[in-house]
């Protein structure tokens, strides 16, 4: 070839490649651990921002809390405790704010929809309309009622304290839930006209205008025997959703105030407080967004565009009960003077404290440096076979629909056919259709390697990109596991070593994959992570034989909230897993695409069979024999 | 192969080893030059046979490979229609106001209850298909669907064809393989498919503009300017293909007659629509106006909604006349270069008028797509396939992303979804740009160096 047609050629950058194969894959290891550096810097509290108010019409310094119900509250509280069914603290509820307060008191009935997981229960929902507007804005407040009645008689007594106030701009909405998240978001269907599968409820009697924004209130769960306890705020919502940092604020800075406290961010999916380092705070935050669907009754909040957030609030004494009306009213308040809704604050962070956070703008990137790694052997591929077939890979495709109908017929069974008394059985079922490592079953077949590497660098590194726009610390998690899963699945193991080498490589990383199977990751998670992050009811520590009750858990939260997490799963993650795990099966490659290994034995047998027939063929074979 | 560094020194040592294993691996190393050099009539004989053996399997394999192609395509599309159509119908990369079904649904029912469509702003369809769809419209929705699936197939079938003569008329190699390759590449595309489930108008569109294509380069003239009229009727910027056919005709009778024909065509279809109208024009600023002026910002995946949404309305006529001809004068200027290559004009002018389209989605985009196979001959100069291919590929995958943040969980703005649009349609400008890069840089070198045709020839590498 002369040079200028050298010049021309291509072939020049795929020997170059060739020859520097360790140059990308130090490269990419440098770049990966140095994504673990970023993660370490970016979440430094003097590197961050400090939170400030973006829609300055809300105020929340300027607000002067008059409630003085307290004794009301506290009255009704005590009287909550002290019933023992539904239907009697329903009727405490409703005669205090009919006879006392002069509200109306409506119920809602609402029941699950889905086959296998029976439930149903009555909201209780009052309003107190807007007396300076026509009430096209609401604000709502909620509690589950059975569960706590310090927080409920707080929100009966302030409904009874505002209907006297005649400041109002925007109705309030009060929802006292029975069955916690499901009832709420039975309420705020029919609220907003939606029908969803998993739940249905009454239609209402009585509806407002959009809601500006929602507060959950809570009493504290934990330690109710602890003297120092917390207040605290929980913001996380549905598929890593979280609430507009305004809220946030005004929550906080409200509640500093009337409660005297200081306030906590996540704290409440702890059960102990000795882990109170402030680094450890985002890590927690992410472990939240990631694996924790229904943090609380805001979470299915925001599947309606409210911004929701709950506050847990201490409420041991009876001058308790007091600050928390005032808490309440602050906040109300607040949300009354707002100008418009609330669009212009922050809505993707991660919180480092009460008062600091990380915008899109640093942690996305995060992602991206540990995406890299992939990206850089995406280019190594193309480089090094000089194209990018377009030849879409059968075997790949196989995994993805599999997936794909696995998810599509369970949904349909579990959704129609399930029982609860077979749930466990059935998802035991489901747990092994999905857990199936057809990576292993269907081997692709040796043409389909080379691209089959390119697609699935592709796929992982776009599921990490897209996903961390909506839920990143999800994506965070995914990225960090699945790149040096990928990296491995897809790294070529060169003819310079010798077969036995090569061998025992591909059994070592067929090895790591496995391992890395999200199931088993599940488990480990479940096991240490919920040591150092608290359980909650949708993460508890779990053993091998509790996954079956694990998957029943995830397709609940799938079907009566539109939770992401089984999809995921069972459409991208685990077809993503058995094309890795079919990738790290596959012969190596040598540079110039042969395959190595024992499939060139096979090669080398099919030549002397080739030449032993061609020699019978002309007979010399016979003769020689003979 | 040019060698280099350490790694050809690796691979020279590899391919070595190899053969000395193999030599190894044969014990009658002497038998084999014997055996080889009485063989050889014997060899040319079995040759022969085998070449018989492998064009018919190869026919089977093509036959085979069509079947699957067209019945993972159909499978593809049903299953989207049923699980997925209210998801990808709120797509604003998938439907506009002229293509959506939603729209013509409305437009159907108000023509029935004897309201006018025109009289608001909402239908952007013209009566001719209006009044077809309330035709047809009593039928159960999966006899559409199936005719939706043979409109896509005709239009792949259409695209096939195309690239075949496109193949034959230039002496590229294998145009067969090309041409299948552009059958799926049409037929399965991702695109296509999601256009398809929605029951979007586009489909419709496509497989006329397809069926023009075909005519344009089978040189059929006066089918394509028919087609042309009719395509150019119903989404108006396909008229700058008349471009492309101007420069294929060359000379002036065959132009004149061209154009006579367009425009009857035109005229023909115009007044039909004045008829069924009720003998008004109120459809014409609803189905042309509003594709010139912008009015409607619905958002889409071109780059001028955003822009318009923004402008401050003094300057807003100014800058609707310079958007508005910007794709004619580019297809114009183009002719100038590219007179002797009208191939790669339509091409280009494909790309174009999916870039800078009033309402553009995907599904402009899918025609070019299909065609691309033509380039394959000069993709030895690209420069940017990787680049291009990611662009797009992570477009594709953001643009949802970014509209469900923006409409539906309230996390991200209008700023995400249209920064991703504007690299769609960057990475789109780049794809034309290289094509034209590539064909100049080829007639460079064969002006320079006729020999050089054969060198490149030679060395083409099989993409696809």
Request: charged share 15%; proline share 4%; hydrophobic share 45%.
């Amino acid at each position: 070839m002369d040079e200028t047609n050298e010049q021309l050629q291509p072939w020049v950058r795929q020997s170059w490649v060739r020859g520097h194969f360790y140059r990308f894959f130090l490269g990419s290891m440098v770049i990966y651990l140095a994504g673990f550096a970023y993660l370490h810097l970016v979440l430094q509290e003097d590197m961050v921002m400090t939170t400030y108010m973006s829609e300055p019409s809300l105020m929340p310094g300027y607000v002067t809390e008059k409630f003085d119900r307290g004794g009301l509250a506290n009255e009704l509280a005590f009287n909550l405790k002290q019933a023992k069914s539904v239907a009697e603290k329903s009727s405490i509820i409703c005669e205090s704010l009919l006879q006392r307060a002069g509200l109306p008191c409506f119920s809602q009935n609402w029941t699950s929809n889905v086959a296998f997981h029976n439930s149903k229960g009555t909201n209780l929902y009052t309003v107190v309309r807007a007396k300076r507007s026509t009430g096209v804005e609401a604000m709502l407040f909620a509690v589950d009622f059975n569960q706590h009645p310090r927080s409920t008689a707080a929100l009966i007594a302030f409904a009874q304290y505002a209907k006297d106030q005649i400041y109002w701009y925007r109705d309030i909405f009060i929802v006292f839930t029975d069955g916690g998240a499901s009832g709420l978001d039975a309420f705020l269907q029919e609220y907003h006209l939606v029908r969803s599968s998993g739940i249905r409820g009454e239609p209402l009697q009585t509806t407002g205008g959009f809601f500006i924004s929602g507060i959950s209130c809570r009493d504290w769960g934990y330690d109710e025997n602890e003297r120092n306890v917390p207040y605290s705020v929980q913001l996380n919502h549905l598929n890593g959703q979280q609430a507009n940092l305004d809220l946030i604020n005004v929550m906080i800075k409200i509640g500093s105030r009337t409660l005297d406290k200081q306030p906590h961010i996540y704290a409440a999916n702890i059960s102990k407080f000795e882990i109170e380092a402030p680094w450890f705070i985002p890590y927690r935050a992410m472990w939240t967004q990631a694996f924790i669907p229904i943090e609380g009754l805001h979470s299915v909040m925001g599947k309606y565009r409210v911004e929701g957030a709950t506050a847990i609030v201490p409420t041991q004494s009876g001058n308790d009960l007091t600050k928390y009306g005032k808490l309440v009213e602050g906040i109300a308040r607040s949300l009354n003077v707002a100008h418009e809704r609330l669009h212009q604050s922050y809505f993707m962070y991660v919180m480092l404290s009460s008062n600091h956070f990380i915008s899109i703008a640093y942690f996305y990137p995060m992602v991206v440096i540990f995406v890299v790694p992939l990206l850089i052997f995406i280019l190594y591929e193309y480089l090094h076979n000089m194209c990018i077939t377009f030849q879409v890979p059968p075997t790949w495709c196989l995994f993805h629909f599999y997936g794909l109908s696995v998810w599509i017929v369970s949904y349909w069974y579990f959704a129609n056919l399930g029982t609860p008394s077979t749930i466990i059985r059935d998802s035991a079922i489901l747990l092994g259709l999905i857990s199936m490592p057809t990576g292993i079953l269907m081997r692709p077949q040796r043409d389909e390697i080379q691209p089959m590497r390119v697609y699935i660098l592709t796929e992982t590194a776009l599921l990490a990109a897209s996903l961390a726009l909506t839920n990143f610390s999800q994506a965070l998690a995914f990225s960090i596991i699945a790149t040096p899963v990928v990296y491995a699945a897809t790294l070529r193991i060169y003819e310079t070593l010798t077969i036995k080498v090569v061998f025992l490589l591909r059994m070592l990383r067929v090895f790591f994959v496995l391992i890395a199977q999200p199931f088993v990751l599940l488990l480990v998670v479940s096991q240490y992570g919920t040591r150092y992050f608290g359980q909650t009811p949708y993460l508890a520590k779990i053993e091998f034989k509790d996954l079956p009750s694990t998957v029943s858990d995830l397709l609940r939260l799938q079907m009566l909230y539109g939770s992401n997490m089984l999809p995921l799963l069972t459409v991208l993650i685990m077809p993503i897993w058995n094309t890795a795990l079919a990738c790290a099966i596959s012969p190596a490659l040598s540079p110039d695409g042969a395959p190595m290994g024992e499939d060139e034995q096979d090669e080398d047998d099919q030549v002397n069979a080739l030449f032993e027939a061609k020699l019978k063929g002309t007979g010399k074979i016979d003769e020689k024999e003979e | 192969m040019t060698s280099s560094g350490g790694g050809e020194s690796r691979s020279d040592k590899r391919k070595g080893a190899g053969e000395v294993r193999k030599r190894k691996s044969c014990t009658l190393d002497t038998e084999v030059a014997d055996v080889a050099q009485a063989d050889e009539i014997q060899s040319k004989r079995v040759k022969n046979d085998e070449d018989g053996v492998l064009k018919v399997r190869t026919r089977h394999k093509k036959s085979n490979s069509l079947v699957i192609t067209v019945l993972g395509g159909t499978i593809l599309r049903i299953l989207c229609y049923l699980f997925i159509y209210d998801y990808l119908s709120k797509q604003p990369q998938l439907s506009t106001p002229f293509v959506s079904f939603q729209r013509l649904q409305s437009g159907v029912a108000m023509l029935k209850d004897g309201v006018s469509p025109y009289d608001g702003d909402t239908i952007l369809i013209q009566p001719i298909v209006l009044h077809v769809f309330s035709v047809i419209w009593s039928a159960p929705r999966w006899v559409l669907l199936t005719a939706y699936i043979f409109l896509d197939l005709l239009a792949a079938a259409s695209i096939r064809d195309a690239v075949q003569a496109i193949f034959k008329e230039l002496n590229y190699k294998d145009p067969d393989d090309y041409a299948a390759m552009a059958f799926k590449f049409y037929f399965l595309n991702p695109l296509t498919i999601c256009t398809s489930a929605i029951l979007s108008l586009a489909t419709i569109y496509n497989s006329l503009l397809t069926l023009f294509v075909y005519a344009f380069c089978k040189s059929a003239l006066v089918t394509a300017s028919v087609l042309l009229g009719v395509i150019a009727y119903f989404s108006l910027y396909p008229i700058v293909l008349v471009i492309s056919l101007w420069i294929r005709l060359r000379t002036f009778k065959k132009i004149s007659a061209s154009l006579g024909i367009l425009a009857l065509t035109l005229a023909g279809l115009f007044y039909v629509n004045y008829a069924l109208n009720g003998f008004s024009t109120s459809f014409v600023k609803n189905c042309y106006g509003m594709l010139l002026t912008l009015d409607d910002l619905t958002p889409n995946v071109g780059v001028y909604w955003y822009f318009f949404a923004q402008i401050f309305n003094p300057m807003r006529v100014f800058y609707l006349f310079v958007f508005q001809l910007i794709l004619p004068t580019m297809c114009l200027v183009l002719a100038f270069t590219l007179r002797n290559d009208v191939h790669f004009h339509l091409l280009i002018s494909l790309i174009l008028i999916a870039v800078f389209s009033s309402y553009p989605t995907h599904a402009d985009a899918v025609v070019y797509m299909g065609l691309l196979p033509i380039i394959n001959e000069i993709r030895i100069y690209e420069r940017r396939q990787l680049l291009l291919i990611c662009t797009g590929v992570t477009c594709a995958t953001f643009l949802p992303i970014t509209w469900h943040m923006w409409m539906v969980s309230g996390s991200g703005n209008a700023n995400y979804f249209f920064a991703v649009s504007l690299f769609y349609n960057l990475a789109q400008i780049f794809c034309a740009v290289d094509i034209l890069y590539m064909k100049l840089m080829r007639d460079a070198h064969v002006v320079m160096d006729p020999q050089r045709k054969k060198k490149i020839d030679i060395k083409t590498i099989e993409f696809f």
